[in-house]
C-alpha cells in the first residue's frame, strides 16, 4: 500500500493523481537573536487522497512548524522558507500567490489546533464563524451556509445543533469547543484535514472521545488526516503511516505496523523502549540519555548521534540518510541502514529487543 | 545517619557520558543573565538606544554644565542696560539671549537640565518607593489591608492633582529653597500608578508556584517578599518609573510655568518658558523655543527608552 | 559519606531484602516481592480522614461570594511508610489540591491529617516549620516552579537555611551533593534556571526537595511536563531515590500507564471524592469502578496491532462547583444506563464499599462489572452520541 511515504518523484514534476500531498525538502528556518533556529530541515514526505498520516516527535522538533508551513501561516520573516516545494491537489502551493492560498487555506486544507479557545472568535457566534468560513469559500447564501453550520456540528456529534450555531466559544466546554473547530475544519468538505495535537489539552476521557470521532469521520468522509502529536499511543490507533521528527529532522517513516513495531532509527527504538509498561514494574526504564540538542548547536552529523547507544566514528563524521530499513518501504536515518553499518545492525536490533521488554537493574 | 551514608550512593547518572569530556550540545553556547538578556534585546531597539544617548548627554549636561558655565541669579551680564527686546541666534549666543536682563538662553537651558533632571528623577524615586511598599503591603497581605489601601490609593487618584499640587505650592510658596517641596509634592502624588502595578504583580507573583515551592521548603514570608516576589517584579517597575520621569518632567515644567513652581529665581525649563511668555508677541521665538525643545527632546528620550525596557523585558520577544 | 565524583549504578546484584514484617491487610500472595518489602515496612505514615477544600468564587461589584468550589469534598485514605500512593483523575478532580491540602501548603476546610502519628491539621505555621522537611513536594511545571532569579545555591540552599543551617560552608556542600544525588553536575550551583533544560530544572526541584532529607514527597505530576524521552530519566530518578533513600511517594498523575508501572496503591478521584481505592494489582486486572474502567479503557496502546474499541464517556466533566447529586459520576455513567438508569445513584451518594484486600469502590452497583457487562457496552455505544448537552 505504501507508496506513500517512498521516495518523492524528482522535484519539479507534479506527483501522480492520487497524491494528495507531496511535501519535498522543505527547509523552514528561523532568525532569531541568538542566531539561526533550522526548525525544519529537508523534511520529505507524501500522502495519497483520503489516507492519514502521523507526525511524531518531541517538542520542538518542528512538527507544528511544518504544519504552519505547509499552510502557509507562518510569519516571514522571522520564518524563512530555504528551500523546497510542497504538491497539494495538482499543484505547488508554497510559491503560489496568497491570493490564491487563501482560497485553498480553510476550504481544500483545513487546520484544527491544539487550544480551541484562542482559535475561536471570541465576539462571534460558532455559527456565525462556520458560515462565514462556508460563505467564503463555496459562495452560498448565507441561509444555506447557515444550514451548512448545523450540519457540521450534527457530523461532529454536538447535541442540538440548531440551539448551539447561536452560542458564543466561551459559552462551550472544552470537548465541546474542539468538537466546534473540527466542525469548522470539516464544514467546507476538506480534502486534507490537519490536527495539531487536538487532544493535548484535553481529559482523558475526552481525549478518547475526540479520538473515536476523529476516526469516525475518517471512515466517513473521504478527507485525508494528517495528525500531529508526541502520543505515541495515539498515532498507533489512528493512522496508517508515520513520520518521526527529531531536531528538525524526519528520522524514520514507514507504515505504523513497521515504525512501531519495528523501529529502525535509533531514536524510535529509544522512546518506544521508554515506555512505561505493567511488564517493566519493578525495573528501571530504559532511558534516552541526555536531552535534544540545543537548535543553535546542532551536532554537526547524526543530530542524535550524542544521545545514541549505537552510534560509531561514522556517525560523528557524516549525517546520515533516510535510507531503506523496511520492506514496505520504511526509511530510517541511521548509518546502521548503510553497508557500513550493516554488521552492527543485529547487534543493535537485539539489544533493541531486550529493553523493549523488560526493566533492567533491579530496584 | 544510615541514610546518609546511602546518599553517598548516588544513583545512576544519565547525563555523565562514559566516554569522557565531549561537546555539549544540549546547553547553549553562551548563557546570559537576564539583565544581559535584556541588554540585547534592548540595543536593537534602535529609538531606545537614541533616547538613552540624549539622557546621558543630558546628564553630563546636567552635571557638568553649571561648573563650566555657572548661572547666579544675581549675576547679571549688564546691570546697566535692561532691554526691551531679546537678541536672537548669534554666534556667541547660539541659543540667543533673553529680553529684560539679557541673559544666555543657552545658560539658561543648561542650568534648567540640571533642575529639571533633578526632579524628574527625585520625584520619580519618592514616587516609586512609596508605591513599591504600599503595593507590597496590599498585594501580599490581601483582605482587609488590601481592601483599605486600595480605597485610599483611589481617593488619592480622585483627587484633582493639578489643583492640589497648585494649593501645596502656594503653601509652601515662602520656602526658601523650594525644589525640594517640589520634589515632595511630586513624589507623594505619584505613588498610586505604582502601586496598584505592584500590588497586581504581587498578587500573581503571589500565586506563581515557586513561591509556594519556598513555602513548602519553610521559607518565611519577609524572605518571599523580597527576595522572591520583588526580584520578580522589578521590570515592571523599572519601566513604570521610567515613564513617571517623564511625567515629572512635564508636570514640574507646567506648574512652573503657571508660576505655582520652583522658585522664579531658579531657572528650570518651566520657569524660562513662563518668563519667555510675555515676550513672545515680540518675535522672540529662541526664547520659549530652546527651553521648549529640551522639554521635549528629554521627555522623549525617557519614554523611547521606555518603550525599549518594556520589549526588553518582555519575555515574549526572543527578537 | 564517600561521594564518588563519578557516580557508576551498579547494575550487579540486588541489594540484600529488608528483613519483612508483613502487617496490612494487603493480598500477599498476587504481590511482586518487592511490594511484600514495601508493604511489610510499612506502617502507616500519614493518614488522611474526611479531607475536604472549599474555594470560594467571589464575584459581582461588591466581590461577594457567589458559590462554592468542592475542590475537595471529604476523602479519606492511608499512605504507609516506603510505598508509593498515586492519585490518578482528570483535571480539576481535586488531586492537586489535596497533596497541597495534606502538606498544610494550603488550608483545608475540614477533615484530619496525621503525619507520623502526629494530627497536623490545626497545627500553627512555627510548629508546622521543622515539620516541613519531613514533608516534601515536587512540582509539575520545571519552569514556573524555580525562581528565575534565584541561583540554583539559593534555590535548593534557602531550604536548608529556613531550616537553621546557617552555616554557608556546610549548606553550600549539602546542595552539591544534592545535586550529585539526582544526576546533576556540582558545578552547576551558580547557574541560574534558564540555562537548564526541562527535564534537568525538574531535578533541581527534585534535589530542592530532597536536600532537607524528607520522609514523605508528593509528586504533583512530576514529568508530564516533560519531553516523552526525558520522562523517563527522571521516572528512574525518582524510582532510584525511593529505594535508596526509602522514600514514600504520594504519586500524582493523569497518565494511567505510568501510574500503573510506578506505583504500589492508587485512589482514582473524581470530583473531590475518591471512587476507586486498591492496589495496582486490584485496580488494573479487576477495575470496580465505572470510571475507572473507562480511564483504563482510553489508554492508548503504542502497539498498533493491540487496537481496541474503546469504551468512550459521555460527555464533560461537570463543574466541581455543582457536583451533581448522588452519585456525582452518574451524568457519565455507562453502567447505570445499562442497568436501566437506578433511581439510587441519583439519590444517594455512594460510600466506599471494602472489596477484600483493602479494595474500595465507591459505587451502588460495583458487581455488576465484568468483562461482558464492559464488553456489551462498548458495542452498544456510538460514538457519535458522546457529547451531551452540559448546562450553560
Ligand atoms: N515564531 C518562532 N520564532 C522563532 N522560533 C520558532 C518560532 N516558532 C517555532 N520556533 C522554533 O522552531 C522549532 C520547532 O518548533 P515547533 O513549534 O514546530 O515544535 P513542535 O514539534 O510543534 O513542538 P511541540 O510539541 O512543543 O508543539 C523550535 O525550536 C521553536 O523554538
Ligand atoms: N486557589 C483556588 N481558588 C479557587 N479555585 C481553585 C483554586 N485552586 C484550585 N481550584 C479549583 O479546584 C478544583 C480542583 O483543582 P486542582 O488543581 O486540585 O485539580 P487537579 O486535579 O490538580 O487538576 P489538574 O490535573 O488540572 O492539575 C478546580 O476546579 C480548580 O479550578
Ligand atoms: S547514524 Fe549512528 S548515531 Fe545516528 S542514529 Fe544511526 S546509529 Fe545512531
Ligand atoms: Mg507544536
Ligand atoms: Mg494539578
Not at chain 1, 158 to 183: D, F
Not at chain 1, 266 to 275: K, N, R
Not at chain 2, 249 to 260: K, M, P
Not at chain 3, 340 to 346: A, D, I, L, S, T
Request: aromatic share 6%; net charge neutral.
Amino acid at each position: 500500500m505504501t507508496e506513500v511515504i517512498a521516495a518523492p518523484s524528482p522535484l519539479g514534476a507534479p506527483p501522480p493523481d492520487n497524491i494528495l500531498l507531496d511535501v519535498r525538502n522543505l527547509k523552514t528556518y528561523f532568525k532569531v537573536l541568538d542566531g539561526v533556529v533550522p526548525a525544519v530541515d529537508g523534511v520529505s514526505f507524501s500522502l495519497e487522497r483520503g489516507k492519514s498520516i502521523g507526525i511524531v516527535g518531541e517538542s520542538g522538533s518542528g512538527k507544528s512548524v511544518s504544519a504552519l508551513t505547509m499552510m502557509r501561516l507562518l510569519d516571514i520573516p522571522p520564518a524563512e522558507i530555504r528551500d523546497g516545494e510542497i504538491w497539494f491537489d495538482g499543484r505547488e502551493i508554497l510559491h503560489m500567490p496568497m491570493e490564491e492560498m487563501r482560497k485553498i487555506r480553510g476550504n481544500d486544507m483545513a487546520m484544527i489546533f491544539q487550544e480551541p479557545l484562542t482559535s475561536l472568535n471570541p465576539v462571534f457566534t460558532v455559527g456565525d464563524q462556520i458560515a462565514e468560513q462556508v460563505e467564503r469559500h463555496k459562495k452560498v447564501k448565507r441561509k444555506a451556509a447557515w444550514d451548512r453550520a448545523i450540519e457540521s456540528l450534527q457530523l461532529v456529534g454536538i447535541p442540538s445543533p440548531e440551539r448551539r450555531v447561536k452560542q458564543y466559544p466561551h459559552e462551550l466546554s472544552g470537548g465541546m469547543r474542539q468538537r466546534v473547530m473540527i466542525a469548522m475544519a470539516l464544514s467546507c468538505e476538506p480534502k486534507l484535514l490537519i490536527a495539531d495535537e487536538p487532544t493535548t489539552a484535553l481529559d482523558v476521557t475526552i481525549q478518547a472521545q475526540i479520538l473515536e470521532l476523529l476516526k469516525t469521520i475518517q471512515d466517513r468522509t473521504d478527507s485525508a488526516l494528517m495528525l500531529i502529536t508526541h502520543d505515541l499511543g495515539v498515532v498507533a490507533e489512528m493512522v496508517d503511516n508515520v513520520i518521526v521528527m527529531y531536531a528538525g529532522q524526519v528520522v524514520e517513516q514507514g507504515t505504523v505496523d513497521e515504525v512501531l513495531v519495528n523501529p529502525r532509527a535509533p531514536y524510535t527504538m529509544g522512546l518506544l523502549e521508554s515506555i512505561p509498561t505493567v511488564e517493566k514494574r519493578g525495573g528501571r526504564l530504559s532511558a534516552i540519555k541526555g536531552t535534544v540538542p540545543n537548535p543553535f548547536n546542532m551536532p554537526p552529523a547524526c543530530r542524535f548521534e550524542p544521545r545514541c547507544p549505537y552510534a560509531w566514528n561514522l556517525c560523528a563524521e557524516t549525517a546520515p540518510d533516510l535510507y531503506p530499513a523496511g520492506p514496505h518501504g520504511q526509511h530510517a536515518r541511521c548509518h546502521l541502514h548503510t553497508p557500513a553499518g550493516a554488521p552492527r545492525l543485529p547487534e543493535a536490533l537485539a539489544d533493541h529487543e531486550r529493553k523493549l521488554n523488560v526493566g533492567h537493574g533491579i530496584s | 545517619m544510615a541514610q546518609e551514608i546511602e546518599r553517598g550512593a548516588v544513583v545512576a547518572d544519565v547525563e555523565n557520558r562514559p566516554e569522557g569530556p565531549r561537546t555539549d550540545y544540549e546547553v547553549g553556547l553562551e548563557s546570559l543573565s537576564q539583565w544581559q538578556l535584556a541588554w540585547r534585546k534592548f540595543k536593537k531597539h534602535r529609538l531606545a538606544l537614541i533616547g538613552l544617548g540624549i539622557l546621558i548627554a543630558l546628564v553630563v549636561i546636567a552635571i557638568a554644565g553649571p561648573i563650566v558655565m555657572p548661572f547666579r541669579f544675581d549675576s547679571i551680564a549688564r546691570p546697566d542696560q535692561i532691554v526691551y527686546q531679546g537678541r536672537g541666534p548669534s554666534l556667541s549666543h547660539p541659543f540667543g539671549e533673553t529680553g529684560g536682563l539679557q541673559r544666555d538662553v543657552l545658560l539658561l537651558v543648561v542650568n534648567g537640565a540640571r533642575w529639571s533632571l533633578l526632579i524628574g528623577f527625585s520625584s520619580m524615586a519618592i514616587g516609586v518607593v512609596i508605591g513599591t511598599i504600599i503595593g507590597s503591603i496590599a498585594g501580599y497581605a490581601g483582605g482587609a489591608v488590601d481592601n483599605i489601601l486600595m480605597r485610599v490609593v483611589d481617593v488619592m487618584l480622585s483627587l484633582p492633582i493639578l489643583f492640589v499640587i497648585l494649593v501645596a505650592a502656594r503653601f509652601f510658596a515662602g520656602a526658601r529653597d523650594n525644589i525640594w517641596t517640589i520634589i515632595i509634592i511630586f513624589g507623594l502624588f505619584g505613588w498610586m500608578g505604582v502601586a496598584r502595578l505592584v500590588r497586581s504583580l504581587f498578587l500573581s507573583i503571589r500565586e506563581r508556584e515557586f513561591v509556594e515551592a519556598a513555602r513548602a521548603v519553610g521559607v518565611r514570608d519577609r524572605r518571599i517578599i523580597f527576595k522572591h516576589i520583588l526580584p520578580n517584579a522589578l521590570s515592571p517597575i523599572v519601566v513604570a518609573a521610567s515613564l513617571i520621569v517623564a511625567g515629572n518632567i512635564i508636570g514640574e515644567a507646567f506648574v512652573s510655568f503657571l508660576g505655582y513652581g520652583v522658585n522664579p529665581i531658579t531657572p528650570t525649563w518651566g520657569n524660562v518658558l513662563s518668563s519667555a511668555l510675555t515676550f513672545i508677541p515680540l518675535g522672540n521665538w529662541w526664547w520659549p523655543f530652546f527651553p521648549g525643545f529640551a522639554i521635549i527632546l528629554t521627555v522623549l528620550a525617557v519614554n523611547f527608552i521606555g518603550d525599549g525596557l518594556r520589549d526588553a523585558f518582555d519575555p515574549r520577544s526572543r527578537a | 559519606m564517600e561521594s564518588s565524583t563519578t557516580p557508576v549504578r551498579p547494575d550487579g546484584p540486588p541489594p540484600a531484602t529488608p528483613e519483612v514484617v508483613v502487617e496490612g491487610g494487603a493480598d500477599v500472595t498476587e504481590m511482586d516481592p518487592l511490594e511484600i518489602a514495601r508493604v511489610g515496612a510499612g506502617k502507616t505514615l500519614l493518614q488522611v480522614r474526611g479531607l475536604k477544600k472549599h474555594f470560594p468564587i467571589v464575584g459581582g461589584l461588591l466581590r461577594r461570594q457567589i458559590g462554592t468550589v468542592y475542590a475537595v469534598d471529604g476523602v479519606d485514605f492511608d499512605v504507609n511508610s516506603g510505598e508509593t500512593f498515586a492519585l490518578v483523575g482528570e483535571s480539576g478532580c481535586g488531586k492537586t489540591t489535596l497533596g497541597r491540602s495534606v502538606l498544610r501548603l494550603i488550608e483545608p476546610t475540614a477533615g484530619q491529617i496525621t503525619f507520623a502519628g502526629r494530627d497536623i491539621s490545626h497545627i500553627s505555621a512555627d510548629e508546622l516549620r521543622p515539620l516541613r522537611r519531613k514533608m516534601q513536594i515536587i512540582f509539575q511545571d520545571p519552569f514556573g516552579s524555580l525562581n528565575p532569579r534565584m541561583p540554583v545555591s539559593d534555590l535548593i540552599g534557602e531550604g536548608l537555611l529556613a531550616q537553621g543551617m546557617k552555616d554557608r560552608k556546610a549548606r553550600d556542600k549539602k546542595v552539591e551533593d544534592s545535586l550529585e544525588l539526582v544526576g546533576l553536575r556540582r558545578e552547576y550551583t551558580r547557574r541560574y534556571p534558564h540555562e537548564f533544560s526541562g527535564g534537568q530544572r525538574q531535578r533541581i526541584g527534585i534535589a530542592r526537595a530532597l536536600a532537607l532529607g524528607p520522609d514523605i514527597v508528593v509528586c504533583d505530576e512530576p514529568v508530564s511536563a516533560l519531553d516523552v524521552s526525558i520522562q523517563s530519566q527522571v521516572l528512574n530518578l525518582l524510582l532510584d531515590l525511593r529505594r535508596d533513600l526509602n522514600l514514600t511517594y504520594i504519586f500524582i498523575s493523569h497518565n494511567l500507564s505510568v501510574v500503573q508501572y510506578f506505583s504500589d496503591r492508587v485512589g482514582v478521584m473524581y470530583l473531590g471524592r475518591i471512587a476507586e481505592l486498591g492496589s495496582v494489582e486490584q485496580l488494573y486486572k479487576d477495575p470496580r469502578h465505572p470510571y475507572t474502567v473507562a480511564l483504563l479503557s482510553a489508554i492508548p496502546d503504542p502497539n498498533p496491532r493491540k487496537r481496541k474499541k474503546r469504551l468512550v464517556l459521555k460527555g464533560d466533566v461537570p463543574s466541581p462547583a455543582a457536583p451533581p447529586a448522588g452519585c456525582r459520576f452518574h451524568t457519565r455513567c455507562w453502567l447505570r444506563e445499562k442497568l436501566g438508569n437506578p433511581e439510587r445513584c441519583v439519590t444517594e451518594e455512594p460510600q466506599l464499599r471494602n472489596f477484600g484486600g483493602g479494595h474500595q469502590t465507591a459505587c451502588h452497583f460495583a458487581e455488576e462489572i465484568s468483562a461482558d457487562t464492559v464488553s456489551s457496552a462498548v458495542e452498544t455505544q456510538s460514538v457519535l452520541e458522546t457529547a451531551v448537552a452540559d448546562p450553560v
